[in-house]
């Protein structure tokens, strides 16, 4: 395993980490509790130092997976949670960023990640009800107190991040970007790199699609979120394989797989990248893992940048309601 830095505060993690959503939230069926425990540990056995959860995964119930299997290694290992969303008998309400129930939601996480601090520490999504000044400001004064180290956003706008960094030093932004989805080479990116912050791309993989295990056959489970995703209807499934025509291209030249290359070209793309794929499956890990010993060459950079940009990728990447949440 090959190790980065998120920004300049001092935050050093593997150059990829494990994304524990889909273990037992949103991507359908929940993986039974042992064996969610034995991949998380097969992580760390295996490098992994990064471990990304939140708590409206479950609600709850990810974090609890998260702190018990992580629990042995904890001195080795850093974990990574997020607050935001308001709860009404477990279901997600709403944004909530007020710093009294930021204070409150961190309480319980430190409980159920049986710690007693937060590695990295983001905002889920920016409310707009609450200044991100005293969102800043209230996780300042929680790092002051030793509850948490490290100070992240998640889909945050540039300026919402420079707002918030003038007040606490910001060391990573979590945001989706792959190759099918590169908003933040235009939208943060230039922020990111003048300020110093990390960039931890979230469903680096495409949600799975970049793997070239999802067809126009693929049918989703009602309890999978992406059966409500316009990007995974059929049509805009069989226009978006072009780009999984090229991965599949390199990936053959390069003897590697098309997740490999996926997640070596955002590797590629700047040191303080550091992606979360996902996964249920420790071959599948393993495989991910492999991704840090690709080297795409300039020319294959090029190539991939050359053919991508022809490519036009086919509708949104969330359902109406969640799109909501994101901060333009």
């Known amino acids: 395993m090959k190790y980065r830095f998120l920004g300049n505060q001092g935050l050093e993690v593997s150059a990829l980490g494990l994304g524990c959503m ?31 959860t939140a708590q409206v995964y479950g609600p709850f ?11 042995p290694f904890r001195g080795k290992i850093e974990i ?35 710690t007693d601090v937060i590695d990295l520490l983001y905002q889920h999504r920016v409310d707009p009800d609450v200044p991100i000044e005293e969102v800043a400001g209230t996780v300042k004064e929680l790092i002051k107190e030793g509850k948490v180290k490290y100070f992240g956003l998640s889909e945050a706008s540039a300026k919402n991040i420079r707002k918030a960094h003038a007040v606490q030093p910001v060391s990573a932004l979590q945001s989706e970007y792959s190759l099918w989805w590169r908003e933040p080479e235009t939208k943060t990116m230039s922020t990111l790199e ?34 409500t995703v316009p990007r995974f209807a059929p049509d805009s499934m069989a226009a978006n394989k ?39 499956k420790i071959h ?28 036009k990728i086919e509708g949104h990447r969330y359902s109406e309601g969640s799109q909501k949440m994101i901060d333009e």
């Open 194 to 227: 003048e300020l110093g912050i990390g960039l931890v791309p979230y469903s680096p993989l495409g949600k799975g699609f970049l793997t070239g295990k999802i067809d126009v056959n693929t049918r989703f489970d009602s309890t999978d979120f992406r059966s």
């Open 284 to 311: 599948r890990l393993e495989e991910n893992i492999g991704a840090v010993d690709v080297e795409l060459s300039q020319d294959d950079l090029i190539e991939i940048e050359s053919t991508a940009s022809l490519i």
């Open 61 to 71: 119930t990810n974090e609890e997976l998260v702190g018990e299997a992580l629990a």
């Open 22 to 52: 889909g273990l037992n939230f949103s991507y359908g069926h929940a993986l039974d509790k042992k064996d969610a425990i034995t991949l998380i540990r097969s992580a760390v056995e295996r490098g992994i130092t990064f471990f990304d």
């Open 242 to 280: 072009k780009l999984v025509d090229l991965i599949e291209s390199i990936a053959k030249r390069k003897e590697s797989t098309p997740a490999q290359i996926a997640l070596a070209w955002l590797l590629s793309q700047r040191p303080w990248i550091v992606p979360i794929p996902g996964t249920t």
């Open 80 to 114: 990574a949670t997020k607050f935001g969303f308001n709860y009404l008998k477990g279901v997600s309400t709403g944004l909530n960023s007020k710093p009294e129930y930021i204070r409150e939601t961190v309480e319980n996480s430190l409980q159920r990640l049986k």
